[in-house]
């Protein structure tokens, strides 16, 4: 639900999430606010009752635009209403699983200084930002929500594998991974990735996403449960990296 249907739609044309639609296995639609608004300059923004600066988002609006969308809703069906504001829940790896369990999602996108309370206690289930910064509206963050969601779909990706082995999938960041020429000015690729050995190359791998994670998201690693495989490279990268001797 946006004020901005072209914007969603013309990053849609070149979106991964199209792709899926064309394989039938997601469906996005763009609906425009303005459509339900109720006079002939199709307002969908006034002033704040109590007085200060900028406009608001009406409430019947948004309300109509839901409600007209969901008039199928089944008896029991859950579809999630989100909201993209810069005062909700931080989008997380974890958040965006699951929304992708859901058959349905509504999302609905913001502009001027922000919408009638009423919108969020009376409509909305969710609300999502997607950083500390605050955007001109919600188009953009409505539009990683659905492209990060898209993901997880599966077939969506080449190969499932994919998905899974990316950064905060397993809660871990991914490691450096290189592809041809294997040396390129003087620089070269680990030998161990050129040595054809599955088991030292998955080693390698779970060791470098521990030590990168560790050098950049120390955070990460206390929301996970560590093997004592895992506890012995990080002993193996606390050797090597003295700098990180004090995490963990
Ligand atoms: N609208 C404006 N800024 C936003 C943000 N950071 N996240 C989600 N929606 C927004």
């Known amino acids: ?111 001027y200084e922000g919408f009638d309370e009423r919108v969020r206690e009376h409509l909305v289930t969710h609300e999502v930002s997607i950083g500390d910064y605050v955007l001109s509206g919600g188009e953009l963050p409505a539009l990683v929500l659905c492209d990060a969601i898209s993901r997880l779909v599966p077939g969506v990706l080449g190969s499932d594998e994919s998905a899974q082995t990316d950064s905060y999938a397993d809660g871990l960041l991914e490691y450096p991974q290189y592809t041809r020429p294997p040396e390129y000015r003087g620089w070269k690729v680990p030998d161990i990735l050129l040595s054809g050995d599955h088991g030292k190359v998955d080693k390698w791998r779970r060791k470098e996403s521990l030590r990168r994670t560790m050098q950049r998201r120390p955070d990460l690693l206390e929301g996970i449960s560590l093997s004592k495989q895992d506890l012995k490279l990080i002993e193996e990268i606390k050797e090597e990296n003295p700098e990180l001797q004090d995490l963990i």
């Open 1 to 111: 639900m946006t004020l901005f249907p072209e914007m969603c739609q013309a990053v849609y044309n070149d979106a991964l999430f199209n792709i899926a639609s064309n394989k039938g296995l997601m469906e996005y639609h763009v609906h425009n606010i303005r459509d339900y608004s109720h006079d002939r300059h199709r307002t969908v923004d006034d002033y704040t009752f109590g007085g200060g600066a900028g406009m608001l988002m009406k409430p019947e609006p948004i309300f109509e635009a839901v409600e007209d969308v969901l008039s199928d809703k089944k008896e029991g069906e859950e579809i999630p209403i989100i909201l993209m504001t810069p005062q909700g829940k931080k989008l997380s790896h974890a958040m965006v699983r699951e929304f992708s369990c859901y058959d349905r999602l509504v999302i609905i996108c913001g502009h």
